[in-house]
């Protein structure tokens, strides 16, 4: 059955947005200090659930087979399936001591006038290794405080130069929740996307460390003690398998694995008990976007079939006419994360929602999934740095005892960052030509 284009179907999505944002900002007024995680996304979305059902039914459509097809749809499935894999994965590794041990040997490399450089290189790969800025910044912030306090720094540089780095390895991560969503919704494989994205995001990490590096006066400091530097490996397979093409639901289950031996031999009191007590922790702690990724499955296909995405598509279409081509497009997309993302104040929330259209626009456009998944991966990660209420800054702000604001200005990666993909959209090269084929 076709269904005309219209706006109207686009409303349950405008609702849910609503809601959440609202409530931010009003838990925000009111002094909560996590007031955008007040009101949980999957709660905010059940409203704009009933409003897709009773538009899809308004205009005769099958509003609940809809609904339950989008939910139970093979891309979201499996979207769901990694999540709970890199959660266990990440809570594993963390519990047998991998993250400090990556962050001992960091730190134990460093000399007194690359403290700064260091530390957005450590928090760079804690992220890269865990998938999730937030659990880097739980886990580096305290160790960067202590650093700040033995070097006499700065402590809004310190934190800033660790969101920096946590903010890289979650746009780059095979096991982030964000690239996740990103090569899922675009169709891009994950290996494909790290590659386009690597080559964006280097320019603008190398950037930062020069940048960091002629910033501050430090006094040398001892690396903190850590467990066994062989924990580290497990990240560094999961890494290695990645890139070489390795699916990555076989991936992140051999990483697991790999996880739990080297926990067994070399963490302190660590057992089979242990290990799957830290596996059930992994899954609980991606219950939110597991439930969000279904039930926004069901809400991006009864907009699509009440006609939202193809009136959405009319207008990109017209607002885009005598600029199409790939700029456009690719402008289009990271217009449409950097909003989304600004107005959610979460990435992976801003990906999901927007993923289906950005599939649109660069089907139009003659886009690649790999730069389409690179491009909505890079622009929500971007605005994610660098808001004053996004649960990353509130939480290093929270930990250091400075102004979000302060923070937000400070995070120069996502700035540098940003730059630098707007500068691999507007410039003509024949990379970029190859990008669409």
């Known amino acids: 059955m076709s269904v005309r284009p219209s706006a109207l179907a686009l409303t349950p999505l405008l609702l849910f947005l609503a809601l959440f944002f609202g409530a931010g900002l009003y838990y925000t007024a009111q002094g909560e200090a996590m007031g955008f995680y007040q009101l949980r996304a999957p709660v905010a979305i059940l409203p704009a659930l009933a409003l897709g059902v009773w538009l899809a039914r308004r205009r005769g459509l099958p509003a609940q087979q809809t609904l339950l097809q989008g939910m139970g749809d093979s891309n979201v499935m499996l979207m769901c399936l990694i999540f709970l894999l890199a959660g266990a994965f990440a809570t594993v590794s963390k519990a047998i001591g991998a993250v400090d041990a990556v962050v001992a040997l960091g730190l134990g490399a460093l000399p007194a006038s690359l403290i700064l450089p260091g530390?957005?290189?450590?928090?760079a790969f804690v992220s890269l290794s865990i998938g999730t800025s937030m659990g880097t910044v739980a886990?580096?912030?305290?160790?960067?405080?202590?650093?700040?306090d033995a070097a006499g720094l700065d402590r809004v540089l310190v934190v800033s130069a660790v969101l920096g780095g946590a903010m890289f390895g979650d746009n780059l991560s095979i096991i982030s929740d964000t690239t996740i969503a990103a090569t899922r919704s675009q169709g891009a494989e994950m290996r494909d996307k790290f590659?386009?994205?690597f080559k964006i995001a280097l320019p603008a990490a190398i950037a930062t460390i020069v940048l960091l590096g002629s910033l501050g006066d430090a006094a040398q400091v001892e690396a903190p003690d850590a467990a066994s530097p062989w924990l580290v490996l497990p990240y560094v397979l999961v890494l290695g398998l990645a890139l070489a093409g390795l699916d990555v639901v076989l991936v992140l289950g051999i990483g697991l694995v790999a996880s739990g031996v080297f926990g067994f031999v070399l963490a302190e009191d660590y057992d089979v008990?242990?290990?799957?007590?830290?596996?059930?922790?992994g899954f609980e702690s991606m219950v939110e976007i597991t439930l969000l990724s279904i039930l926004i499955g069901g809400l991006a296909a009864l907009i699509?079939?009440?006609?939202?995405?193809?009136?959405l598509a009319q207008v990109i279409a017209k607002f885009a006419r005598g600029h199409t081509g790939r700029r456009s497009g690719e402008i289009s997309i990271a217009a449409l994360a950097a909003g989304s993302d600004a107005l959610t104040a979460n990435n992976t929330v801003a990906i999901l929602v927007t993923g289906s259209l950005a599939k649109d626009i660069a089907q139009r456009h003659g886009i690649s999934p790999r730069r389409a998944a690179s491009v909505l991966d890079i622009f929500a990660c971007v605005i994610q740095g660098v808001l004053p209420y996004g649960a990353q800054i509130l939480l290093a702000?929270?930990?250091?005892?400075v102004s979000p604001l302060a923070l937000a200005g400070s995070v120069y990666?996502?700035?540098?960052?940003?730059?630098?993909?707007?500068?691999?959209?507007?410039?003509p090269s024949r990379r970029a030509a190859r990008a669409t084929e």
């Open 273 to 281: 008990v242990s290990f799957a007590g830290d596996i059930y922790l």
């Open 304 to 311: 699509k079939v009440t006609g939202g995405l193809d009136w």
């Open 413 to 427: 990666y996502c700035w540098l960052l940003a730059a630098s993909a707007l500068a691999f959209i507007l410039w």
């Open 139 to 148: 886990a580096v912030v305290p160790i960067a405080l202590g650093v700040a």
């Open 119 to 123: 530390l957005f290189l450590v928090a």
């Open 397 to 401: 702000a929270s930990l250091a005892a």
């Open 195 to 197: 590659r386009e994205n």
